[in-house]
């Protein structure tokens, strides 16, 4: 179980009762001088945090990442170097990125996952798994210029093109369907 010391539960505590001031006026000239000394608290232990936890920074290997694309489905809902469904955003990066942020590029994944979860269920029946080195050489492709220009067409199997989702998720007849069901997803782009 993780060890949460004295100073951090009161940063955490201070986080929770920071954000929870009310609307009246007396209320808030009370709470201001608890409110200041929380802050002051609450900087204090994010100013102490204990030694750094080592970062295992992964070796990424582009040429998997362009494989795993293909192999996964994720050509089948987005493009990269011009090639893939575009129901999604395509993911080459570009050129003036020049590093690759595997943790960034799991946060773009984390941010479109309720969209990205749902569509993968309705039309693939499941949800891909990944594993961290996955998403590393995954991001390593889609950043790499020389390895992206390598998905063409014809490197991707017939039968997977035949899948390629060539309409935006949000104005397709599967997707209408399924908020027909009442389902709710956040961060829905606006339809155009
Ligand atoms: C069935 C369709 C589908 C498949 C397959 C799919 N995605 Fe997505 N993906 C989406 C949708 C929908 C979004 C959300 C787009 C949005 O928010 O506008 C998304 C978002 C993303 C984003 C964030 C895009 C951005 O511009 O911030 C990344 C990165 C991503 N997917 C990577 C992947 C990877 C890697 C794979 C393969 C392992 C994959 N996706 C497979 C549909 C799919």
Redesign the pocket.
């Known amino acids: 179980m993780n060890q949460l010391s004295g100073r951090s539960i009161a940063a955490l505590i201070s986080l929770m009762t920071v954000g929870c001031g009310g609307g009246d006026v007396a209320g808030e000239a009370r709470d201001r001088q608890p409110a200041e000394a929380e802050e002051a608290s609450r900087r204090e232990a994010l100013a102490r945090p204990p030694a750094p936890v080592d970062v295992v920074i992964p070796q990424t290997n582009p040429r998997r990442g362009r494989i795993l694309f293909i192999t ?3 050509v ?3 493009q990269v170097n011009g090639v893939g469904g575009t ?3 395509p ?1 080459d990066r570009p050129a003036s990125q020049a590093k690759v942020d595997p943790l960034a ?1 799991s946060a ?2 984390w ?2 996952a309720a ?2 979860t749902a ?2 269920s309705i ?2 029946g499941y949800v ?1 798994a ?1 594993e961290g080195q996955d998403i590393a050489d ?1 991001a390593a492709f889609a950043a790499s210029s020389e390895e992206r220009t390598l998905l063409t067409l014809q490197s991707v199997p017939s039968a997977m093109q035949d899948w390629f ?1 060539d309409t935006p ?1 949000w104005r397709s007849k599967d997707w209408s369907e399924y908020k027909s069901r009442g389902e709710r997803i956040p ?1 829905e ?1 606006e339809a155009e």
């Open positions: 996964n489905g994720c089948i809902c987005h129901a999604a955003p993911l590029f773009r994944m941010r479109g969209a990205m569509l993968q039309e693939l891909i990944l995954i989702l998720y961060l782009p």
